[in-house]
């Protein structure tokens, strides 16, 4: 199966039920967002907002952009929605994270800077004040994600403006529980913190919490979030589980990972797996930057990721492995302007041997998480740049 007629993440693994399985992800997703676009809003179910929050971030997550619009376009500016545990939180700070990410992948600052201008005109004190604790932290991320977007773009004032109003506190309490795959925990986390660990920097401190909900959206969701806390062989276990299932027979038929409804949330889930949990990707279009840090399971030999997408750039990663040395080659397949790759990959093992850029040693400081250790460098990606890296039990 090829769908290399756009710029679309797919993988190239050799293993049909990966390959196969993603492709198929991003056309039920694809067709799923046509579909919900042809449909009259007032026929939108009553969790419509997140499931469209969901699968907009899914078809961001492997740079389709026009179905990603698609979502965004269908998003409230106001109401609330139920969030995955059944909690109310808003739509419009749904949206607003979503223009945002937009723009951070693309480069494009018209969504961002339409969701600025929406801000003004509502005002930020009056949804600060009119807004539960879980929507106003999700607001509070809209605004850190939109001065990043809006970086270049806009004045100084306005940036500095959203960060200000994102430094508020918000002024409700109450925990909220979220659906996880594995075993219950004690901790409890909000959407916004939810947020922070799937698509955000870090990978710790996510909560366990077993709650009642659609199982196949749960898997998904669950594997996702484990590979994000850095439990990198269960949770690429769960994600291809939850691959395999849609793959063989769904909730609406073979390749379907989503009952009929608004959008294809559970795609979505399993497409951003692969790209936020597996590959560890980190788009900054605006700057010129993406941050690519893959985290593979210890018995995975080879692995092959092409149309990684940073604004109009393509890149392409291969990861292999002989023995104990660790290949990676990150290659340009499309695009005039070099980008900025901070590549921060995890190999598995207590420390590290000989360490190579493009066949020259480098000196690189690891830092340990849990059995594994994650090594950052700087790329200009200006041709294929390889690391080769000897891994120690």
């Not at 139920?82 to 969504?111: M, Q, S, Y």
């Not at 004040?129 to 970086?151: F, Y």
């Not at 499309?334 to 207590?350: H, M, N």
Request: charged share 25%; proline share 7%.
């Amino acid at each position: 199966m090829c769908i290399r007629d756009r710029a679309t993440l797919i993988t190239q693994t050799g293993v049909k039920e990966i390959d196969d399985g993603v492709a198929w992800a991003v056309y039920r997703l694809r067709a799923a967002l046509q579909r919900a676009g042809a449909k009259d809003r007032t026929e939108t179910l009553p969790s419509g907002g997140a499931d469209l929050f969901w699968s907009g971030l899914g078809a961001l997550a492997v740079g389709e952009e026009d179905a990603c619009l698609g979502a965004l376009d269908l998003l409230r500016p106001e109401g609330d929605t139920p969030w995955i545990d059944g909690v109310p939180v808003c739509e419009g700070a749904l949206r607003a994270l979503l223009a945002a990410r937009v723009t951070l992948l693309t480069g494009n600052p018209g969504t961002a800077l339409a969701a600025v201008d929406h801000l003004r005109g509502v005002g930020l004190p009056h949804i600060h004040s009119s807004s539960s604790r879980a929507s106003w932290e999700l607001w509070r991320l809209a605004l850190e994600w939109l001065s990043d977007a809006i970086l270049g773009a806009a004045p100084e004032e306005d940036i500095v403006w959203l960060r200000e109003e994102a430094g508020r506190d918000a002024h409700r309490s109450g925990p909220v529980r979220l659906p996880m795959a594995g075993q219950p925990g004690n901790q409890e986390m909000g959407p916004a913190s939810l947020l922070r660990l799937l698509v955000g920097g870090g990978r710790k401190g996510a909560a366990r919490q077993g709650v009642a909900t659609d199982p196949w959206r749960d898997e998904a969701l669950g594997g996702w979030t484990q590979l994000r806390r850095g439990d990198i062989e269960q949770g690429y276990r769960v994600w291809r589980d939850a691959l395999a299932a849609g793959l063989m027979g769904g909730p609406s038929g073979r390749g379907s990972w989503d009952p009929e409804g608004i959008g294809a949330p559970g795609a979505g889930h399993v497409l951003c797996g692969l790209a936020y949990g597996i590959l560890g990707l980190a788009p900054d279009a605006p700057v010129g930057r993406i941050h690519i840090a893959p985290s593979f399971p210890a018995h995975l030999n080879t692995f092959t990721a092409r149309g990684i997408r940073l604004g109009d750039t393509l890149i392409d990663l291969d990861y292999g492995r002989e023995g104990g040395r660790h290949r990676f080659e990150l290659s340009p397949s499309k695009g005039r302007v070099p980008a900025t790759v901070i590549f921060e990959p995890s190999l598995p093992g207590d420390r590290l041997g000989a360490t190579y850029i493009d066949g020259e040693p480098a000196d690189l400081a690891p830092v340990r998480e849990g059995d594994r250790l994650r090594f950052g460098v700087q790329l200009p990606l200006d041709g294929r740049r390889t690391v080769e890296v000897e891994g120690k039990g």
